[in-house]
């Protein structure tokens, strides 16, 4: 739900350095008002509702997220996996690190329960990252019965990414 500001109030305080009256130090006041929200019904007609809450800010709902993975469960994670497993190296310092996470959440919601999906930091595991040869991040590589299948390279589209997914599948 969204807030519209109300009015904004500037409140005169006494100075504390000075006893004149006349002197004052000002701050600024923001007031909220909740924004009406429609409620609606099972006959054509709708009405607002006015909520008394002050949210102003809703996280999104997220049934499936890509995990953290470390050097201390790598073996029971990714190599004696079941199914197939994407891993993306990654550190928090990269921009385009960044910029492909909300396509890897896509992915591991797309690709729920067909292959499992986790995030490697780099900064953290620099000794795995060295074992299979990370040179440039992002890095996204796809296992399968524990064996490196496919690597790619770079901030990549979702097109990329889906079709290297679908030949491993």
Known sequence: MATVIESIAVVPRPSSVTRSPLKFSRYVALTLKPKPRPIFTATPTFRTATRTSRVVCEAQDTAVDVAPITEANWQSLVLESDSPVLVQFW??????????????????????GKLKCYKLNTDESPSTATRYGIRSIPTVMIFKDGDKKDTVVGAVPKSTLTSTIEKIL
């Open 91 to 112: 550190a928090p310092w990269c921009g385009p690190c960044r910029m492909i996470h909300p396509i890897l959440d896509e992915l591991a919601k797309q690709y729920a």
